[in-house]
């Protein structure tokens, strides 16, 4: 049977490829995408995945959501990915349209239709979610569990303590990390594992269709982009991380624990405080990974790829 799945989304070149991975695979059924800003402005999100679906031929309801957090002041992440949020593409004209409904609608229209659970995937600030969470909280019981892109167990990537789409909205992962929902919380600590080093960039080039090349578009100028501002090799490929994990939940290590989201506004505002080591023995509410089968990652990427619509 396959997992149903909403997805919440920033695009963004690595929320590029998790939407490519949830549409692809034969094991996801994508029910709709709802979008917030985070690594551009909304507007610019909103377009992102208005192209990516009409690029990559996926017919789901795509929604706007939130274009800034609950509480804080607006955060985009032009430096990672570009002026447009997804720089290194240049779409054809677009004829597809935003769903008539809010995201917020969205959300709790197909969650509260559907017959079986949904996996709420969120590659973004959490923004969207938490607000519909409070607006009508019985989508709980429609939920399966959230599985996010965010937070980090040891160090941030915007401040030494935070991650970036749990730094971007912090009270609304406190809403969500608060809510009783088995939430898995996929960090920096796997994520900065998947790199696209020129290797895998030359792999996925030899697939030579529609998704590949979009891929190697996309990773060239987000592997420049990384390399300026951290230095790394590759390009950590954060997001599609949460749609492997569902397609394969063996692809991850997986750890049970307390973690709270700092919301004081003080130097540590954002951080996920994971109690790795049970100190305050406090109830477990979040699944964390801790590992990740890099190898086993990338073979699915490419197997999703070829054999994709």
């Known amino acids: 049977m396959k997992r149903k799945v909403l997805l919440d989304c920033d695009p963004g070149h690595d929320d590029a490829i998790a939407l490519l991975l949830a549409a692809y695979h034969k094991d ?17 999100t909103g377009l992102n995945t208005l192209n990516l679906c009409q690029y990559l031929n996926i017919d789901v309801p795509v929604s706007l959501g939130s274009s800034r957090p609950i509480i804080k002041e607006e955060e985009v992440c032009e430096v990672i990915h570009g002026e447009s949020g997804l720089d290194g593409v240049d779409f054809p004209e677009l004829n597809m349209q935003y769903d008539s409904r809010k995201a917020v609608d969205l959300i709790i229209d197909i969650l509260m239709e559907s017959k079986e659970k949904v996996s709420v995937v969120t590659t973004g600030p959490m923004t969207n979610l938490a607000l519909a969470i409070r607006l009508e909280p019985k989508i709980m019981n429609h939920i399966e569990e959230v599985v996010l892109m965010g937070g980090s167990y040891t160090n941030g990537n915007v401040s030494p303590a935070a991650e970036f789409n749990i730094f971007t909205d912090p009270e609304a992962a406190h809403i969500v990390f608060n809510s009783s929902l088995k939430v898995t919380m996929i960090g920096l ?121």
């Open 189 to 309: 600590d796997v994520t900065r594992k998947v790199l696209v080093l020129p290797e895998i960039v030359d792999r996925m080039e030899k697939i030579n269709n529609h998704a590949s090349k979009l891929f190697v578009d996309l990773m060239k100028v987000f592997n420049e982009n990384q390399r300026k501002v951290f230095g790394f090799p590759g390009g950590p490929l954060h997001d599609p991380v949460t749609i492997a994990y569902l397609i394969n939940p063996d692809i991850l290590t997986i750890e049970h624990m307390h973690c709270s989201i700092d919301i004081s506004h003080g130097p540590s505002y954002g951080r996920t405080n994971c109690d790795v080591f049970d100190y305050n023995h406090l109830e477990k509410n979040t699944y964390v990974a801790t590992d990740i089968k890099v190898d086993m990652f990338w073979d699915l990427i490419e197997k999703t790829m070829k054999e994709g619509q």
């Open 28 to 44: 996801i059924e994508l029910l709709g995408v709802s979008v917030v800003s985070g690594n551009q402005t909304l507007e610019k």
